[in-house]
């Protein structure tokens, strides 16, 4: 179970040692690799998950598997959440970590859905439009949905910008049955 809490804590100090030595986008980098390990390979995850396997265990696997691999600060960030008992807390601090570095960057996350596959052209206008509407810099995941008929849903913080024709075509039905009972 976690505790998304004691993520932020993590993440916000984490974050701010990166920052402080100018290391932002290799800890990013180093905590999606683990959480990539994390979520692939089921037996790390065991061992690291495991409350039977010993904390002398675990530092150990640590040490052979990132020593040469991760920042010294990514590897000590670890090495703590490791020595308080919150590994399951990993996966969230590498989140809260991202959204830290996204809101110091002035960076914008958004999800592009479209019932069928765009080309480039499309991406950089619908990405310009969006960065120009928001003020923000784009990062960008595009996904496929075929239930969307057409057009385009653009999904950002807390936002859902939904042009398809399946979203439209609901828009329409509940103005016709608003129209309908308002009438009776």
């Given amino acids: 179970m976690h505790d998304i809490r004691v993520a932020k804590r993590y993440a916000h100090a984490l974050f701010d040692v990166a920052k402080k030595h100018d290391v932002i ?14 979520t692939n390979n089921r037996q790390f995850r065991t061992l690291l998950l495991s409350p039977q396997v010993s904390r002398d ?12 691999r991760i920042t010294a600060i990514t590897l000590q960030a670890l090495r703590l959440v490791l ?19 996204r809101e110091h960057e002035n960076v914008l996350f958004a999800t592009f859905t479209t019932a069928e596959a765009i080309d480039e052209d499309q991406k950089r206008r619908l990405v310009a439009k969006l960065e120009q509407l928001t003020g923000k810099r784009l ?11 057409g ?9 859902v910008l939904d042009g398809s024709l399946r979203g439209g075509l609901r828009r329409l039905r509940e103005k016709f049955m608003h129209d309908v009972l308002k009438q009776s």
């Fill in 57 to 68: 265990e675990k530092f150990s696997l640590i040490d052979r598997l990132f020593s040469d």
């Fill in 83 to 101: 020595e308080k008992n919150r590994e399951h807390e990993i996966e969230w601090v590498q989140r809260e970590f991202i959204k830290l570095r």
């Fill in 139 to 149: 990062e960008t995941e595009y996904t496929i949905d075929p239930h969307l008929i």
């Fill in 25 to 38: 986008p290799a800890v990013e980098d180093d905590l999606t690799g683990i959480v990539s390990l994390l």
């Fill in 151 to 159: 057009g385009a849903r653009v999904a950002y913080e807390n936002y």
